[in-house]
């Protein structure tokens, strides 16, 4: 399926840092915890959106119910539901999941998903042209390669489908 994407780009950027960090340390807290699993994404938003305080941005994935994140772990789309669902209704903007290459022909900053080195957990950091800029968690050891796909989340202009019908579609796609 195909739908038209206007990425914006030259958006200010500020970099916001997560406000808990999960380690191996603080062991099955790190991994339960609603505030601190997905902390990560929220401080990637604020910082493409160029958000004053990262608490300007909700913690997408403490709004949602953790045992469903985790039984769904490969394809943790509810977040990212409700993300697009906010950005639509408080700042007139989206997020699409668009492949690096065309993102990085579009000079678009986006957020890509890295296997954590802190504990076995998907961590959220910004990449811009091909190279990863900003680790939320402050590492800021992480490059392109570690990537687990292609994709990358970048700020666009509201798009059909909606938050709602796209998971549905990802879903049914994904059950075939």
């Known amino acids: 399926m195909s739908y038209p994407i206007n990425v914006i780009t030259g958006q200010p950027f500020r970099r916001h840092h997560q406000r808990v960090k999960?380690?191996?340390?603080r062991g099955m807290y790190a991994a339960?915890?609603?505030e601190v699993v997905g902390d990560c994404f929220r401080a990637c938003i604020a910082s493409i959106i160029g958000a004053d305080t990262i608490d300007e941005v909700p913690h997408f994935v403490a709004l949602q119910?953790?045992?469903?994140?985790?039984?769904?772990?490969e394809?943790?789309?509810?977040?990212y539901e409700l993300a697009r669902e906010w950005l639509r209704a408080e700042r007139g903007t989206d997020l699409a999941a668009i492949t690096r290459d065309q993102l990085d022909k579009l000079d678009a900053r986006y957020i890509v998903t890295v296997r954590s080195r802190t504990g076995p957990w998907n961590h959220a950091v910004i990449a811009h042209r091909g190279a990863v800029i900003?680790?939320?968690?402050?590492?800021g050891d992480y490059t392109i390669a570690d990537t687990l796909d292609d994709l990358g989340l970048a700020l666009c202009a509201p798009y059909e489908p909606d938050p709602a019908q796209q998971i549905r579609l990802w879903r049914t796609a994904s059950d075939q």
């Open 75 to 79: 394809l943790p789309w509810h977040d």
């Open 65 to 73: 119910n953790l045992h469903e994140y985790f039984a769904g772990i």
């Open 32 to 34: 339960t915890d609603p």
């Open 22 to 25: 999960a380690t191996i340390g």
């Open 134 to 139: 900003f680790d939320p968690s402050g590492h």
